[in-house]
């Protein structure tokens, strides 16, 4: 892995900002393309923190790359064959975007998160306790805590607004947003997005306990992979070698930093408390872990 400078916040001169999301700053080049610069910022309980963390831009921007180019038989997805030399930046611009930046085509988003859950964890663990289903989908009784499904579970969400939090949706409901061939469409999509590449985690020692996509459509109206994709940030990444049903178990990603939040005294509104030195490069271990073991040359 190259190194870089730590990104919190980019400020590029020559071009227009887009959009400033809680970890990606978003750039207008033309009528047909952006660019994305993925920053080392954090964000947990919907707070961006002011601690950034070590690498986090350039592993996202990496595994993200891995997958779409890994992917993209199966759907094809926003990269262009645009080079980050074409762009009018001066040195320290350029400086901000290395090895976290990418030019992608402009595409019309889907008002939706595809979620995939393959095991019984976090929201739909409780929806679980409470009514035996997950989403409104019926499950055999008995299941344990973290168990791996009968079947991976597609389970839809809607698009909050900035600083609120997605909500469930029924299937129903995706297919009055995008129209039921759609809403079919992005279902298998997703699933078999999920399928993919759970089996080559599982070949690198990672199990992927659920996961996010987000879709757009181009001028031709085609479904195309958009954002990030099975990244430590869109999805819940867990050892294999130390997974047990019926415990939480540890995943490569935030959770650490949500984990140490919740034993201070903090209302979960901004601003943050800032991280200990050993809270953030902790954290940047385990993104750098999982971008070293997806990655790696498979025997």
Same mark, same amino acid.
């Given at each position: 892995? /190259? ?25 207008? *080049?033309?009528?047909?393309?952006? !660019? ?23 592993? !996202?921007?990496? *595994? ?31 400086? /901000? ?31 679980? /306790? ?15 805590? +973290? ?5 991976? !579970?597609?389970?839809?969400? #809607?698009? +909050?607004?900035?600083? /609120? ?14 129209? +039921? #061939?759609?809403?079919?469409? =992005? ?9 993919? %590449? ?7 020692? *990672? ?21 990030? =994709? ?20 540890? #995943? ?19 601003? %943050? ?25 498979? #025997?």
């Amino acid at each position: 892995m /190259q190194s870089t400078s730590l990104v919190h916040t980019t400020h590029l001169r020559h071009l227009p900002l887009l959009h400033r999301g809680k970890v990606r700053d978003i750039y207008d *080049i033309d009528a047909g393309h952006m !660019l994305i610069v993925t920053t080392d910022r954090l964000s947990a309980f919907d707070v961006v923190l002011s601690d950034p963390i070590p690498h986090k831009g350039q592993v !996202l921007t990496e *595994i993200s790359d891995f997958w779409f180019k890994r992917t993209s038989s199966i759907v094809p997805n926003q990269l262009s064959n645009r080079s980050l030399e074409e762009l009018p930046l001066d040195a320290d611009e350029r400086e /901000q975007l290395r090895g976290r930046a990418i030019i992608v085509r402009k595409l019309k988003a889907l008002p939706l998160e595809a979620v995939v859950r393959g095991y019984l964890i976090g929201s739909g663990w409780k929806d679980y /306790q409470a009514t035996g289903k997950v989403c409104g989908i019926e499950l055999p009784t008995g299941l344990a805590l +973290a168990e791996r499904l009968p079947t991976p !579970l597609f389970t839809p969400a #809607s698009k +909050a607004p900035a600083g /609120q939090h997605d909500e469930n949706i029924r299937y129903d409901e995706v297919e009055s947003l995008i129209g +039921a #061939s759609m809403a079919a469409k =992005v279902r298998e999509t997703s699933l078999t997005l999920y399928e993919f %590449a759970a089996s080559h985690a599982r070949d690198c020692g *990672i199990i992927i306990a659920d996961t996010k996509f987000e879709f757009g459509l181009d001028a031709e109206g085609r479904l195309t992979l958009i954002d990030e =994709v099975l990244t430590p940030d869109s999805s819940r990444f867990w050892p294999a070698d130390t997974y047990r049903v019926g415990i939480s178990p540890p #995943s490569f990603d935030k959770q650490f930093v949500r984990d140490y939040l919740e034993t201070l005294d903090w209302d979960k509104r901004a601003p %943050a408390p800032k991280l200990p030195a050993a809270i953030i490069e902790k954290t940047s271990e385990k993104y750098r872990e999982a971008l070293r073991r997806l990655t790696r040359p498979q #025997s």
